[in-house]
């Protein structure tokens, strides 16, 4: 185990954040607040900032020292015990000082104590040296190092008694909680500090002073009664002795336990090792301590496709697939089924295009622009996918997702935005349309121009017409007029057909590649307005979980 005073050597040229267990502690405590800023309440994370201050201004100061606290109501003897273990007269008792209002500090060793006296804010002439006075020698010099409190009495009826006692107690790396015969159940100190400091066992003794006072017959049963008090107050590993200032009794015992703990050296560690977990704790309960939540590809995926339904991306794809088709329709297709195509249209024009089919127009069609059904819609895409992922934490990180992926309409904007800027326009006319187009008008013209003389011979050979009418003869036993015409006719419908064939073919490539070409702008929102915030707020809850973990961690003091 690393001594404090390793960590607080001046030249041991490092911060008082030391790559120990409470080093560790430490960092992990300063990073759960500072991730959680602005996530948690500012009342919530002060204290915690407060004791990473705290901590490391102890561990600034001397090592060597640990600050033991006497803590009681009035009457229970306490400035008497502080006599007591310092042997002298230095704390007022009885019709004197009936209530303690005012900390006294004596020290066993002068060498860093006044530093850590001034830390605590004792005032100078409240300060006594117990080697300055006496020799040093004997038994005493076993409390070397030893800075002992005698605390203002918990019960004063003066608010300042009770602001400088609590701030004593939490500036303290051991607490002796000095009980009488008659209070020693008093709910006060019960309830307001032993209680509260349930997880403080460590560093925490209790002492049932004025012993004598309690018939020998009845002191185990004394002893008993409040070994169970304080167990029942989350307190079941603490010492409890029993002693009498007044006569002596047990104050030998007192000392040597005291000893103990202050040769130890692992009271101050395990004292601040304590409030950090407590700190931690309090700021877990409202954090919580879920595991972090992760962006699964599926849920891309999901958000991605949703957020193009909500943005009408299915239907424009299949609008422009439709132009697309009709557009090469009005170059390939066989004419006079063109034309009464363009006929029947105009009766059912329901996107208001008329003659313009290009993909521009399509989507100025087909596209709306951005309401308050639209950023609902989207609003309602973006939380589902964002809950989906912050629904295993917290209620103030689950909010701070939600906000991080932007569920106030802008998204909705910004979707908008992307489609309209994508281009989506087919290329040029191709070459082969307009070929079609040609060899189209030629089929036709043959076709009329072979019907129209086929008409003209069966005429001629009904009635006697005035003119000669030519006679190319046959073909294959056919009429060569009857041939060209019906051969020019269906040599353009199919024609027609097969051209409509490859360009429905082209039209499904062009509405492919349209798509695909929305879905990556689509793609690119959703990473850049949901995703990427989300993903850096979880990236701060990892933080902020790696803190907790680290810091509510099992004691390796």
């Keep these: 185990m690393t001594d404090l005073a390793d960590a607080t050597t001046p030249d041991a040229s490092r911060s008082p954040s030391t790559s120990d267990d409470l080093g560790r502690r430490i960092d992990a405590l300063a990073e759960i607040v500072t991730a959680s800023r602005g996530r948690l309440p500012d009342e919530v994370l002060q204290p915690a900032t407060e004791l990473t201050e705290r901590v490391a201004d102890r561990l600034r100061l001397s090592g060597e020292h640990t600050i033991v606290a006497l803590a009681g109501a009035t009457g229970s003897g306490k400035s008497s015990l502080f006599n007591a273990l310092t042997d002298m007269e230095l704390a007022g008792t009885g019709v004197r000082r009936p209530t303690t209002s005012w900390a006294l500090a004596c020290s066993w060793g002068p060498e860093g104590a006044e530093q850590l006296l001034e830390w605590m804010g004792i005032p100078v002439r409240h300060q006594v040296s117990r080697m300055h006075m006496l020799d040093a020698g004997g038994a005493e010099t076993n409390l070397r190092g030893l ?10 009826t003066e608010v300042a008694h009770h602001l400088e006692m609590d701030r004593l107690v939490r500036h303290s790396d051991m607490l002796v909680w000095v009980l009488d015969p008659q209070k020693y159940a008093d709910a006060a100190i019960h309830e307001r500090y032993i209680r509260p400091m349930a997880g403080f066992s460590d560093v925490t003794l209790v002492v049932l002073n004025q012993i004598d006072k ?5 002191r185990d049963q004394a002893m008993a009664d409040v070994r169970r008090l304080i167990v029942e107050d989350g307190l079941t590993d603490v010492e409890v002795m029993a002693v009498s200032a007044t006569r002596g009794d047990g104050i030998t015992e007192l000392k040597r336990e005291l000893t103990a703990r202050i040769d130890d050296k692992s009271a101050a560690r395990a004292r601040l090792v304590t409030d950090v977990q407590a700190a931690a704790e309090v700021v877990a309960d409202l954090g919580g301590t879920a595991k972090t939540p992760t962006l699964a590809p599926e849920t ?8 193009a339904e909500s943005a009408g991306v299915p239907q424009l794809v299949e609008a422009i697939a439709t132009s697309a088709r009709r557009r090469a329709g009005r170059f390939t297709d066989w004419p006079p089924i063109r034309w009464v195509g363009r006929l029947r249209r105009g009766n059912d024009d329901e996107l208001g295009l008329g003659e313009d089919y290009t993909s521009a127009a399509v989507a100025r069609a087909v596209v709306p622009e951005v309401g308050p059904v639209q950023r609902s819609a989207t609003e309602l895409v973006v939380r589902r996918a964002v809950d989906t992922v912050g629904d295993p934490l917290a209620r103030p990180w689950r909010s701070a997702v939600r906000s991080a992926a932007g569920t106030d309409g802008s998204v909705a904007d910004s979707l908008d935005a992307a489609i309209r800027d994508t281009d989506i326009t087919a290329s040029g006319t191709p070459v082969w349309w307009r070929a079609v187009l040609v060899v189209q008008w030629l089929l036709l013209l043959f076709a009329a121009a072979g019907l129209l003389l086929l ?9 006697d017409l005035a003119f000669s009418v030519p006679d190319p003869g046959d073909i294959a036993g056919l009429p060569f007029a009857a041939t060209l015409g019906f051969g020019a006719l269906v040599a353009g419908m199919v024609l027609g057909l097969v051209s409509r064939f490859v360009t429905r073919l082209s039209a499904r490539r062009h509405a492919r590649r349209v798509e695909e070409a929305l879905q990556a702008s689509i793609s690119r929102v959703a990473d850049e307005q949901v995703l990427a915030p989300v993903q ?14 680290t810091a509510l961690a099992p004691s390796e003091v």
């Design 455 to 463: 008409g003209v011979q069966m005429i001629d050979r009904q009635v």
């Design 214 to 218: 309690i018939p020998y017959e009845q």
């Design 536 to 549: 850096a707020e979880l990236a701060r809850y990892a933080a902020y979980h790696a803190g907790v973990h």
């Design 147 to 156: 800075i002992l409190l005698d605390l203002p009495d918990h019960d004063s």
């Design 300 to 307: 891309r995926e999901q958000l991605v496709d949703e957020l």
